[in-house]
C-alpha cells in the first residue's frame, strides 16, 4: 500500500518566517504534488514535479517553491510566509499510467 | 485548461435517505475520472474511479457514479446514506488520461444526520 508521509500536521509560524513542508512516498512514484485545501475552494495545485530536479508551476504558485533533491521527497517553502497562506497542504503522488492519486494526511499551518 | 464543478457545497441529510452529488467537467473527448472522500480528520481517500467501459461505476462503502459522455457528467449516488458517510467529496476529472495531474472540484460537504 503507498504511503504519503507528511513530516507535520500542525504548524504555527509567525509573518515572515521561512517555512518547509516536508512530503516523502514509499512507491518510487516518479510524480508528486503540493495543493492546498480551503473551504469553498476545494483543492487547488501549488507545484508539482515529474522527476527529481524537476518541477511545474500549478495554478497559485506565486509565494512558493519547491525543491525535489531526491525521488521520494517533495518539499515545499514559504519564502516569507504570510497570513494568506495560512491553510491546509496536501501532498500526492502519482505513478505512472492510469492511477490514482496518494494523499498524505496533511498540514494544517497558521501564519499569524 | 479542465474545470470541474460540484453544485452542491453543502448537503444534509437524514440516515437511509438517498445521496446524489452532481460533477461536471467542462469538455474533453477521453478522461478518467475520480470521486474522492475526506472523513473528519483523514487525509484523501479513493472512493471509486472511471477509466473506460460500462460508465456505472461500483466503489467503495456501496457508492457509485454514472459517467454520462454528453453531459459531461459523473455523479455520485448512494442509495441509503448512514452518519459515517458524513465527509467531504471531491470530483477529479484526469485529462488527457494518464496526465500528471487532477483537476479537483471545490468538493461538497455532506452531513448525516442520524
Known amino acids: 500500500d503507498v504511503k504519503v508521509t507528511q513530516s507535520s500536521r500542525y504548524l504555527v509560524k509567525r509573518t515572515g518566517e521561512k517555512v518547509f513542508l516536508e512530503c516523502v512516498q514509499d512507491?518510487?512514484?516518479?510524480?508528486m504534488f503540493w495543493y492546498r485545501q480551503d473551504p469553498g475552494l476545494g483543492l487547488r495545485l501549488i507545484y508539482f514535479?515529474?522527476?527529481?530536479?524537476?518541477?511545474e508551476k500549478g495554478d497559485i504558485p506565486e509565494g512558493y517553491s519547491v525543491s525535489r533533491e531526491k525521488k521520494e521527497r517533495f518539499s515545499l517553502i514559504l519564502e516569507s510566509a504570510s497570513t494568506n497562506q495560512t491553510s491546509m497542504y496536501l501532498c500526492?503522488?502519482?505513478?505512472?499510467?492510469?492511477?490514482?492519486?496518494?494523499f498524505g494526511n496533511g498540514t494544517r499551518l497558521t501564519v499569524t | 485548461a479542465q474545470s470541474v464543478s460540484q453544485h452542491n457545497h453543502h448537503v444534509i441529510l437524514s440516515e437511509a435517505a438517498s445521496l446524489e452529488l452532481g460533477c461536471n467537467y467542462s469538455?474533453?473527448?477521453?478522461?478518467?475520472l475520480f470521486w474522492y472522500v475526506q472523513y473528519p480528520g483523514q487525509h484523501l481517500q479513493l472512493l471509486l474511479k472511471?477509466?473506460?467501459?460500462?460508465?456505472l461505476v461500483k466503489g467503495i462503502k456501496g457508492f457509485e457514479a454514472e459517467f454520462i459522455k454528453s453531459k459531461f457528467s459523473f455523479n455520485l449516488r448512494k442509495p441509503s446514506v448512514q452518519w459515517s458517510d458524513t465527509a467531504e467529496y471531491f470530483c477529479?476529472?484526469?485529462?488527457?488520461?494518464?496526465?500528471?495531474?487532477?483537476?479537483f472540484g471545490t468538493g461538497t460537504r455532506l452531513t448525516v444526520i442520524p
Open positions: 500526492a503522488s502519482l505513478g505512472t499510467g492510469q492511477a490514482p492519486l496518494h
Open positions: 512507491m518510487d512514484h516518479e510524480n
Open positions: 514535479s515529474y522527476d527529481v530536479k524537476m518541477k
Open positions: 469538455y474533453g473527448g477521453t478522461v478518467n
Open positions: 472511471y477509466f473506460s467501459g460500462d460508465p
Open positions: 477529479a476529472v484526469n485529462d488527457p488520461p494518464g496526465a500528471n495531474n487532477l483537476f
